[in-house]
């Protein structure tokens, strides 16, 4: 599994989002009105709730332990911001082909994946915000779980493969 930086994580939903016509707010109330109204540190949740099997509330304690419970049992847990070294590292270890390419970057026109939730042959997510030093702080200030269990990870480096 792969953890990832709460800021870009809400930066790339924004993108996603607007770029598919799930809303026409501009970042600041979208953030406000629909990601932070309605999402509480999505990641540590996610994580939590798959280990105890219910929906986690007002424990901040309970659930970034369960989070990290939950990745201490996954064979390989990674950090997005080294995906392409993880991957090449992971699929090694799978036996798969160690070349792959990332056709999920937006702003960027990639061809080969085609689905209902990812661009068509072609099609790009526009990149309409880029994430200044105040949206990142403001954000790791409402997302304090995702930021601590993304951080744990990253110290942990949990089965992730030797530096070179």
Request: charged share 30%.
């Amino acid at each position: 599994t792969f953890v990832r930086d709460p800021a870009d994580r809400c930066a790339s939903l924004y993108n996603f989002r607007l770029s598919r016509g799930a809303t026409c707010l501009n970042f600041e109330d979208w953030y406000e009105q629909e990601y932070k109204a309605r999402t509480s540190n999505p990641m540590t949740h996610f994580y939590a709730e798959r280990l105890a099997n219910r929906k986690m509330e007002h424990d901040d304690t309970l659930v970034l332990n369960l989070a990290k419970s939950i990745l201490e049992r996954c064979w390989y847990v990674g950090t997005t911001d080294n995906l392409n070294d993880d991957l090449k590292y992971l699929f090694g270890q799978m036996g798969l082909p160690e070349k792959w390419e990332n056709y999920r970057v937006a702003g960027q026109s990639k061809n080969g994946l085609k689905g209902l939730n990812h661009p068509s042959e072609g099609e790009v997510v526009s990149k309409y915000i880029e994430l200044d030093a105040a949206m990142r702080e403001q954000i790791y200030q409402d997302s304090t779980l995702d930021l601590k269990l993304y951080q744990w990870v990253k110290r942990r480096k949990l089965n992730n493969p030797p530096e070179n």
